[in-house]
């Protein structure tokens, strides 16, 4: 029996151990999402990422209708969008997790991902936040601040969050980061 096991369980150690040794490190990190749900930001590795610091109470809450439409037309080519709910900035985003995926679900139709709440204004909140800032130079200073991460999760751009997420400036980086293998 043990035998059977060692041979069932040691190749999706390795095949685990060999995934987590091949992922950026700035996608290297393991988040909830508002369902309860663990997931590793490995599972992006490859693919165009869209980072973006969200908030149910602000002038930018209308950016989730883009931002949904943005998932759902670049999904095929490889993007996904991430939302990181973050009360940080004007105490505007107050409620409990499962209160921001009701709001977001039930206003703007969002099924990309979605987090916890987390800190994304100061250094030690967030790993990833805190890794974006460093390849960056910038820190979300409000609600909607966005990171564009390339395929290789090696670069990213930042986008301050009057910048829609269909205005030229970010679709232009965004089709450059798609037709790159």
Not at 47 to 72: D, I, M, P, W
């Amino acid at each position: 029996m043990r035998r059977w096991l060692a041979a069932v369980l040691l190749p999706s150690a390795l095949h685990s151990a060999e995934a987590q040794a091949a992922c950026a490190p700035l996608l290297n990190a393991r988040y909830t999402t508002l369902q309860g749900e663990e997931r590793d930001l490995c599972e992006y590795q490859g693919k165009v990422v869209l980072v973006v610091n969200t908030a149910s109470y602000c002038g930018f809450t209308r950016q989730y209708k883009e931002l949904q439409a943005l998932h759902e037309q670049y999904r095929e080519r490889g993007l996904v969008v991430l939302g990181f709910p973050s009360n940080d900035f004007g105490r505007q985003e107050p409620g409990s997790n499962a209160e921001v995926a009701q709001f977001c679900e039930r206003n703007f139709g969002v099924r990309f991902p979605l987090f916890v709440k987390s800190g994304v204004a100061n250094q030690g909140n967030s790993a990833l936040f805190d890794h974006l800032a460093s390849l960056t130079g910038e820190r979300p200073r409000w609600n909607f601040h966005k990171y564009l991460i390339d395929r290789s999760a090696t670069k990213a751009v930042s986008f301050a969050s009057h910048v829609e997420p269909r205005e030229a400036t970010l679709l232009e980086q965004l089709d450059k980061w798609l037709r790159e293998p």
